[in-house]
């Protein structure tokens, strides 16, 4: 495989509400983004992935676009955007935006057009179905959960949505729907930009026919992900949308690949089939029980990474990522934000981006910032939490326990606005901003990090910085180490030209390594998540809670 631009890349997901505001309304803008060019450069960043920008009423923050080719007014004008291309461009950094091929939002000029009437010739770029004795055509539950079909009155017919209501399915079995998406894609690619994360890509393709799901417990919407996640026929969709949009281009493909098997990954990512560059999988998603207080399990970590990165070695690459808009901080989920706050978000980002891959960094994972402090149900934004929230009240569930749960796992936890100093609202804007909850550690912030060494923020710099510097650590290959071993996670990276091993112990005990394979000193050493005093070579020695290291080996 010939190496791409992107392999040696670090990617930054910077959703854009919460990263910086410059005009005092609280929610952050491309002005805004634009003041911090400086601060994503330093710490290595080579792409910035923006999240949806696109004008949207704002049912799902920007995931229900209304125009594909206009800026939400909120962010800012075209002129900003274009400077913000030049800016990246510039510092020799690059763009990515958010495509949200799956759904429009129901303001969409092409829905208001299909739901006007069942002749209307955009009536098939979305799903339009007849009810079934009295109900919905099928029995699917969306996503977000509810039924997947809505009813309008317009025409007596329902239309399909995975997401929201206000998100409509397009129809990718049309023609049409891959020109027109491919269209407003070339249109951002003429205005510079380097490539796309493709949002819910897995989901274009739905089963043939629409089938029921078997409903043994006579439920009234079912989960129904083996109709529309990663179903047959959904690479067919996918080849459309790149022949369209994409083809003999040099670009960051990203597809969010909810659905995806180690052993399906080639096909999307395999470059002898000109689709994606990568795919960001959900498999660790899973590793999360849902119970703040239990520890990662350490060994299914390590088999769902060995799976990945054998599935692509040699035949595609992988997507590294802990953290995004959809997941709680990795410290609360993973770490231990208790205790050792920093110590674990430094440890987790060792083992995770030293691997194979591409790293992804969400905005704040980089300060090792834990789930703020929710306090009130009132403070939630998210639809999906908002939803929770009125389904529990409605079947009679207790606030607490609603609270408790979406303080262990609502998607506001990843959604708060950066923090930048000590400030009011943290130096995210002067005015209120559009959602907030106060920081688990309000000494977690850009300015008191950028003066303290020993911070998250500077671990990662130097992480990031050895990482470009080593290039056995971009290209060269995984051999894991200590599979079974229950709290660390080992590996080496190997090229011809030397090897480098990555120890970390993710848990918050303390344990023994030993190498068994030579001896390590002091003056191997290449990067530590904590002092390391002189010492003579060894071939055993403890690692602390959440210690990681970085040594070269013979
Ligand atoms: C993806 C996005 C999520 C959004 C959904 C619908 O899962 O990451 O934020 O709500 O797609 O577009």
Redesign the pocket.
């Known amino acids: 495989m010939d190496a791409k631009w992107w392999q040696s890349a670090v990617v930054y997901q910077l959703y854009p509400r919460s990263f910086q505001d410059s005009d005092g309304d609280g929610v952050g803008d491309l002005p805004g983004i634009l003041r911090r060019l400086d601060y994503l450069q330093d710490l290595g960043v080579e792409v910035v992935w923006l999240?949806p920008i696109f004008a949207s009423p704002g049912v799902?923050?920007g995931?229900?676009v209304a125009d594909y080719c206009a800026i939400d007014p909120v962010f800012g004008t075209l002129a900003d955007f274009d400077r913000l291309v030049a800016g990246l461009h510039a510092r020799g950094m690059r763009l990515i935006l958010?495509l949200?091929p799956?759904?429009t939002s129901d303001q969409h000029p092409w829905f208001q057009a299909s739901r006007a009437s069942r002749d209307n010739p955009k009536r098939d770029w979305y799903v339009w179905r007849d009810g079934h004795d009295g109900g919905p055509p099928n029995n699917w539950a969306s996503?977000?959960g509810g039924p997947a079909w809505t009813r309008d009155a317009a025409t007596g017919q329902y239309y399909l949505h995975?997401?929201t209501p206000q998100?409509p399915d397009l129809n990718w079995d049309h023609p049409a729907v891959a020109e027109a998406v491919g269209e407003a894609a070339r249109w951002w690619l003429a205005r510079g930009v380097d490539g796309f994360r493709i949002?819910?890509i897995t989901c274009l393709k739905k089963a043939a026919g629409l089938p029921d799901m078997p409903n043994p417990e006579g439920l009234a919407a079912v989960p129904a992900y083996p109709r529309f996640l990663n179903a047959p026929g959904v690479l067919g969709a996918v080849d459309r949308l790149c022949q369209a949009a994409f083809a003999g281009r040099d670009l960051l493909l990203v597809g969010?690949g909810?659905g995806i098997s180690p052993r399906q990954s080639e096909a999307w990512v395999g470059p002898r089939h000109h689709r994606l560059s990568l795919v960001m999988h959900f498999e660790h998603w899973h590793l999360d029980t849902g119970d703040p207080a239990a520890p990662l399990n350490v060994v299914a970590l390590k088999r769902s990474v060995g799976r990945w990165q054998r599935a692509l070695a040699g035949r595609g690459w992988n997507a590294l990522y802990l953290e995004?808009?959809?997941l709680a901080r990795v410290v609360s989920r993973w770490g231990d934000p208790q205790r050792f706050p920093r110590e674990s978000a430094a440890a987790l980002a060792t083992a995770m981006y030293l691997l194979p891959g591409t790293p992804f960094l969400y905005q704040g994972q980089e300060l090792g910032l834990a789930n703020p402090r929710f306090r009130r149900l009132d403070e939630f934004r998210d639809?999906?939490a908002r939803r929770r929230i009125d389904e529990g009240r409605a079947r009679g569930e207790s606030e607490e326990a609603i609270l408790a749960e979406l303080q262990a796992s609502g998607?506001d936890n990843a959604r708060t606005p950066m923090p930048w100093d000590d400030g009011p609202w943290g130096g995210f804007s002067e005015g209120q901003p559009w959602l907030w909850a106060a920081p688990a550690d309000p000494g977690a912030n850009v300015a008191a990090e950028e003066a303290d060494p020993d911070s998250v923020l500077n671990y990662y710099r130097r992480l990031l910085a050895l990482r470009s510097r080593e290039p056995a650590l971009t290209m060269g290959a995984y051999r894991p180490r200590l599979g079974r071993h229950r709290q660390l996670f080992a590996y080496t990276r190997e090229t011809p030209a030397g090897r480098i091993l990555v120890i970390a112990n993710l848990s918050g005990t303390a344990t023994r390594y030993r190498h068994g394979d030579g001896r390590l000193g002091r003056d191997d050493l290449l990067l530590a998540t904590r002092p390391v005093p002189p010492h003579p070579p060894v071939g055993t020695f403890t690692l602390a809670p959440f210690e990681a290291r970085v040594y070269r080996v013979a």
């Open positions: 999240c799902d923050n995931y229900d958010d949200v799956n759904h996503i977000f995975l997401f998100q949002d819910a969010e909810n995004n808009t959809e639809v999906v998607r």
